[in-house]
Structure formats: C-alpha cells, structure tokens
C-alpha cells in the first residue's frame, strides 16, 4: 500500500508559485500539492487549526518553504515545526531566491532537512523542482511518526 501524503508548498509570490506547481505537474507525482500562501496558513495546516480542522490526519511527505512569507516567516515556521516533538520528523525544504550566507546559516542551525536557490532560469528551476519532487515524495524514507497518547 502506498502511503500518498500531500506536498505542502510554501510560497508567496504567484510567478513562482505557478512555476513550482507546473513543475511538480510535470514529474506526474500523484501527490497533492496543497498550497499555504504566508506562514500562518502553514502552521494552520500543520497543526490542522482553522480552515485545515477538519483536513485528514497526517503530515506532508515535505514542506517546500519559502523563506521571505508575510505572517509568519520561513524562518520561523522552520523553528516551531523543529522544536515540536510530533512534527520535528518531517522534512522542510527552503525553497527560496535568498543567496544570503546567514539564511543558509540559520536554517541549518533550525534544522532544515535541505536549502534550496531557486534558479532564476526556468528549465533549471524545473529541474530542480522536479528532482525535490522525485527525491522526497518517492525516493525519501520518513522515520515512523510517534503513537499519540499511551506514554513514551
């Protein structure tokens, strides 16, 4: 049985929305892109609050993160979802234009499985997309997620 969790993407600006989601389209993944547009609504989605209470169980296969998001920033949904025991394990790529030495600095110190420059070409930034796409929804082996409840 294949466990097919969605693909969380992170992502503010529309162009690059648009490209990231064509991409993973074209890798024919059969996994739901589900789209959080600011911080807040991924945090939303992650804790199942808000417009996602009612969404099923689960966690994503991978959150693609922007790191630049209105609300609540990359950054900062990378620390909450890290320093949380029942959702530490799952893996948060920085999908992002910054180059800057200090924001690949800070996402690993947070914990970030991996970070990623969007390339400004759009047959590199494809291939790109769809080599994420490929390693974390198919190739990738999460660890077991805790049992809820009944002591540790």
Same mark, same amino acid.
């Given at each position: ?15 690059? !929305? ?50 630049? !998001? ?16 029942? !959702? ?30 969007? =390339? ?11 080599? !994420? ?9 999460? =660890? ?9």
């Amino acid at each position: 049985m294949s466990d097919l969790r969605p693909i969380l993407l992170v992502e503010d600006s529309p162009k690059d !929305l648009e490209l990231t989601v064509a991409a993973l389209e074209k890798c024919q993944l059969v996994n739901e892109v589900v789209v959080a547009r600011d911080g807040e609504e991924a945090l939303d989605y992650l804790y199942r609050k808000g417009p996602y209470a009612d969404r099923e169980e689960g966690d994503p296969t991978v959150v693609l993160l922007d790191l630049k !998001l209105p609300k609540i920033d990359g950054l900062e949904v990378l620390k909450r979802v890290k320093h949380d025991s029942d !959702l530490r394990h799952v893996p948060i790529v920085m999908l992002t234009s910054s180059r800057e030495e200090q924001d690949l600095v800070a996402s690993y110190e947070l914990g970030v499985n991996a970070f990623v420059v969007k =390339p400004v070409e759009f047959s590199e930034f494809f291939k790109a997309i769809r080599d !994420l796409g490929v390693f974390w929804a198919i190739l990738n082996e999460p =660890p077991p997620r805790r049992q809820q409840g009944g002591g540790q």
